[in-house]
């Protein structure tokens, strides 16, 4: 991104007007303003990471929990294939919800 005294390097003369200086200042805020929004929006995409990990840990506890007691009772175990499409769609919807992309 060009900082504003950029623009006007080849006339310099412009520099010492009050609008200009006035506009300057005031692209140099919302250039500020712009880096504070996207730090935030990279903050909330972490958080967002955080939880489907949460999630995703949760989950996997509860199928080695689900495995443990299948074979204590001599059942059948759980079907890892379709826990683990349940997982890989569960990224999926959760990523598109939120705008990150892998």
Not at 27 to 51: G, P, R, S, W, Y
Not at 55 to 69: D, G, L, P, S
Request: proline share 4%.
């Amino acid at each position: 991104m060009k900082k504003p005294r950029e623009l006007f390097k080849n006339k310099p003369h412009l520099l010492d007007e009050s609008e200009v200086e006035q506009l300057i200042t005031y692209c140099e805020k919302l250039q500020d303003e712009l880096v504070d929004l996207k730090f935030e929006q990279n903050a909330n995409k972490q958080l967002i990471m955080l939880d489907m990990l949460k999630e995703i840990v949760k989950a996997c506890e509860e199928t080695e929990k689900q495995q443990k007691e299948f074979l204590r009772f001599g059942l059948e175990p759980p079907d890892y294939e379709e826990s683990l499409s349940n997982l890989k769609r569960f990224l999926i919807v959760s990523c598109r919800e939120n705008g990150i992309w892998l």
